[in-house]
């Protein structure tokens, strides 16, 4: 036991947990806190962006490309409700952050103070965070601390990761007490859960039988750091994989058997490959709407026709909208090995040559079909030529960092990741801004490694003071900004849907209503920050190289036609509107259920 003050006590059980970095901003209300980070700033940096949004994705992106936690910390009132959004990111994308947020001191609970919530009950944060974080713990003398932190922690990295909040009163963390510094907290995976015998031996039975097997793998996959085990059983069996965004990578993209994305704007060979399975295994992976054609039978996939194995470590996920034949309440690396131990001792193979071929000719119509565009120069430029060039000039390790939009639907169907977390995706709420922002976080979790966020007009202009953060802390990312001057993925709804008519989804100024954004590349240079405009194709992946070169804080300004959209291959709808048919391919319904 040690007398120590609250803030104290806090930041040494962040440092005894490796925790290298708070990310965060000031208020009256988390001076203490900074007084003790102050002490303790040889051990562990405090970061302070220009907006507690950026903060949180910062935080979220970061844990994303390490699996290694970081903690945030917001003031009372507004500046915590401010981490709300990104906080939904994190949730719905299993990414984890512990957010330390400040409230008012015990002692004026309920008077109504500066800065309380507390019509229904007294400083009440908690509920305004609950639905967003796995749990939100409100220890209100400094003795509560070390529990708090403990299961918050714990909470946080255990089963299915997720962001947690500790809500420290003012008084919290400058009051003393006796109190010890909580054991360090088992890292993420240090418990992994498996299927029993008899569930292996039902599936491998189910994978030997069929014909025309798929893998669907999510960011479970990724998160349980099953990359090598996926990829063996993949190719052992050679099985195709189709996956959500934040699982690309964990089959290298390049691989024949990587079919990409599914869903709407997912690939022509995945979609039809889903469509045709009459397995799909499914691995740390959700049916959300846009990987599943909002469940439409015959876009993506087919079930109850298909049979599903669902493995997952949440078990709100088994079922949630396909029930599975067999549903596996386990860890994605576990899972995997025990399905390759099974098939070593079997000496199992499979014949899977005619499915295969099937598969090589869906590849082949959808490369001829898309492959010209990514080929053509134009101004503005098309939006291919961007992806492509992407793909050209950056390094295998590069990290991108997605923002939310029209640009995000291009690189989910057609950007091609080698190793998994290098493709980061805010898929579960689509926050705009994470792309913007994350890359900051995505760079000081991978020093070493060239991070570009692609954003849109619409995101950038949500964050802009994300460039004077990365001069002051000296952070050298890159935005390429996909400027098509609106915001095109809600135009391209509006104009679907309400027959041509346009209202608060372009950016106009003037009489004239002309196109208007501002000239990214002077805002930039007027926070320090190294920028070019590029209009026309042909310039683009000389200034993308120059960019990742020069090592510092660069802005790319990319204007980018508005007018090309990606082509749907499955199909998405949103009742009671009607959905579009596939632009490429159609859909497949089978006639008779798969032999048994
Ligand atoms: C914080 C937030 N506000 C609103 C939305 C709804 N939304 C989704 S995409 C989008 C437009 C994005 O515009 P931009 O970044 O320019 O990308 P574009 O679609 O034009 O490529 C909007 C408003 C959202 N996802 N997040
Ligand atoms: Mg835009």
């Not at 090309?564 to 497949?588: C, D, H, I, M, N």
Request: charged share 20%.
């Amino acid at each position: 036991m040690a007398r120590m003050k609250g803030a104290d006590l806090i930041t040494e059980y962040l440092v005894d947990n490796d925790i290298p970095y708070v990310f965060g901003i000031c208020g009256h209300g988390n001076v203490g806190m900074l007084d003790s980070l102050y002490a303790a700033r040889d051990r562990i940096k405090m970061i302070s962006p220009r907006h507690e949004q950026v903060a949180a994705h910062m935080a979220d992106a970061y844990f994303r490309v390490r699996h290694e936690p970081v903690a945030t910390l917001t003031s009372c009132g507004p500046g915590s409700c401010n981490i709300v959004m990104p906080l939904a990111c994190a949730i719905t994308d299993s990414s984890a952050l512990l957010a330390i947020t400040a409230n008012v001191p015990t002692q004026q609970f309920n008077r109504s103070p500066f800065q309380e919530i507390n019509k229904h009950y007294q400083a009440d944060f908690p509920n305004i965070i609950r639905p967003v974080v796995k749990r939100s713990f409100q220890p209100t003398r400094v003795d509560m601390l070390p529990l708090a932190l403990r299961q918050a922690m714990t909470t946080m990295l255990s089963g299915r990761p997720g962001p947690v909040n500790v809500d420290v009163p003012f008084n919290v963390f400058q009051e003393e007490d006796d109190v010890e510094v909580p054991p360090k907290t088992p890292p993420l995976n240090a418990q992994r859960s498996g299927a029993s015998p008899d569930e292996i031996s039902t599936c491998v039975d189910m994978i030997l039988k069929a014909k025309r097997p798929v893998i669907f793998i999510g960011h479970g996959v990724t998160l349980s750091e099953a990359s090598r085990e996926l990829t063996e059983f993949a190719r052992r069996l050679q099985i195709p994989v189709i996956s959500s965004p934040n699982g690309m990578g964990c089959l290298d993209m390049s691989d024949p058997l990587s079919l990409g994305f599914i869903g709407r704007n997912g690939a022509y060979p995945a979609n039809e490959a889903g469509r045709h399975a009459d397995l799909v295994i499914a691995i740390g992976a959700r049916f959300d709407d846009r990987s599943a054609s909002s469940w439409m039978p015959g876009y993506s996939w087919n079930f109850p026709a298909t049979k599903l194995i669902h493995a997952d470590v949440d078990p709100q996920e088994l079922g949630r909208n396909y029930p599975p034949d067999i549903g596996i309440l386990a860890d994605a690396r576990t899972f995997l090995r025990q399905l390759l131990a099974e098939i070593d001792k079997r000496g199992a193979k499979r014949d899977s040559k005619a499915w295969i071929a099937e598969v090589k000719g869906w590849q082949a119509e959808w490369e001829k079909f898309v492959r010209p565009n990514f080929e053509v120069h134009a101004s503005p430029i098309r939006p291919e030529r961007i992806v492509a060039d992407c793909q050209k000039v950056l390094p295998d390790d590069a990290i991108l960092a997605c923002d939310v939009g029209v640009s995000h639907n291009w690189y989910m169907q057609f950007w091609k990741p080698k190793h998994p977390q290098n493709m980061l995706n805010s898929w579960g709420f689509s926050g705009m801004g994470f792309g913007a922002a994350g890359v900051l976080g995505a760079k000081l979790a991978a020093p070493d490694r060239p991070c570009i966020a692609v954003t849109g007009d619409g995101c950038f202009s949500m964050v802009p003071h994300v460039l004077c953060t990365a001069v002051e802390y000296n952070i050298p990312v890159v935005w390429v900004i996909w400027n098509n001057f609106g915001w095109v993925s809600i135009r391209d709804i509006q104009l679907g849907m309400f027959g041509g008519r346009e209202l608060g989804t372009m950016f106009h100024e003037g009489p004239n209503q002309k196109p208007y954004n501002p000239d990214f590349a002077a805002w930039a240079r007027a926070t320090g920050v190294e920028a070019l405009t590029v209009t026309k194709s042909q310039d683009f992946a000389g200034a993308l190289e120059h960019a990742v070169k020069a090592n510092k804080p660069f802005l790319i300004d990319a204007h980018v036609d508005a007018e090309v959209r990606p082509p749907s291959t499955g199909a998405w709808q949103l009742p009671p509107t009607p959905y579009k048919e596939p632009v490429f391919g159609k859909r497949y319904l089978p006639e008779t259920e798969p032999a048994k």
